[in-house]
């Protein structure tokens, strides 16, 4: 079965340093990975998405992620946070039952 | 373009009651899908639905059904609602349907159900 696991329930940085916010996948193929945030009082927003191109993939808003086989990783990085930034993060895995698995998310905290 | 749009907003019922969550989809997309998001965890599937047909079923119990019309618009029902149904009801519609890999989903705002 696919799942995704974030080790990091909660990431403080303060504004214009590095965001790492760190995931890990179990799958028995080649994933669909994704990493989605959502923002207080508002939907999930799609920031970027793995489907077995690059390995290395840009999104939305500066962000961008890599996925490492050998690592089972799918990390999410940005070079210099911004205080708009803070918001609930959510790795995600498509499972290949027509649904999404979501990770437990990770809290992310601007600091100015 | 509009997004994915859900009502009502907010809702508060009790015990025991049935409840009907309703979503429209993008223009276009014939897929819909329904997510619970109990508070501080990530969000649950809970069905899917394409040209009017369930496609997808999460593990949750019967009381949960729900119903996709020509429009492709949706609705979630549950019924004799616990106090643990209290969460942030989700919809995503997507173009295709097929489940497939590139098939993204978009995120409506939710509904928040509070039963008291």
């Known amino acids: 079965a696919q799942s995704v696991t974030q080790l990091d329930s909660h990431v403080s940085v303060s504004e214009g340093t590095p965001v790492l916010l760190r995931c890990n996948y179990s799958?028995?193929?080649?994933?669909?990975l994704f990493w989605y945030v959502q923002h207080p009082n508002k939907g999930l927003q799609l920031l970027l998405k793995y489907t077995s191109a690059a390995t290395l993939v840009k999104g939305i808003n500066g962000f961008e992620a890599e996925f490492k086989k050998s690592e089972t990783s799918f990390h999410l990085t940005k070079p210099s946070a911004h205080m708009s930034d803070a918001a609930e993060y959510f790795c995600?895995?498509?499972?290949?039952?027509?649904?999404?698995?979501f990770g437990t998310g990770t809290r992310l905290t601007v600091i100015p | 373009d509009a997004g994915v749009t859900q009502s009502p907003t907010h809702l508060i019922k009790t015990r025991g009651q049935q409840v009907t969550l309703r979503c429209s989809p993008i223009?276009?997309?014939?897929?819909v899908s329904w997510y619970q998001q109990v508070l501080g965890q990530g969000p649950q599937f809970i069905f899917q639905?394409?040209?009017?047909?369930?496609?997808g079923r999460g593990n949750f119990p019967d009381r949960f059904s729900a119903r996709q019309f020509p429009n492709y618009s949706s609705e979630l029902n549950v019924n004799a609602l616990l106090l643990g149904d209290s969460a942030l009801y989700l919809c995503a519609s997507s173009l295709a349907g097929t489940g497939g890999r590139t098939d993204t989903q978009y995120f409506g705002p939710g509904t928040r159900l509070t039963v008291l």
């Open positions: 223009s276009g997309h014939k897929s």
């Open positions: 799958s028995s193929y080649s994933p669909s």
């Open positions: 995600v895995v498509y499972t290949g039952a027509n649904n999404l698995f």
């Open positions: 639905y394409y040209e009017k047909e369930e496609r």
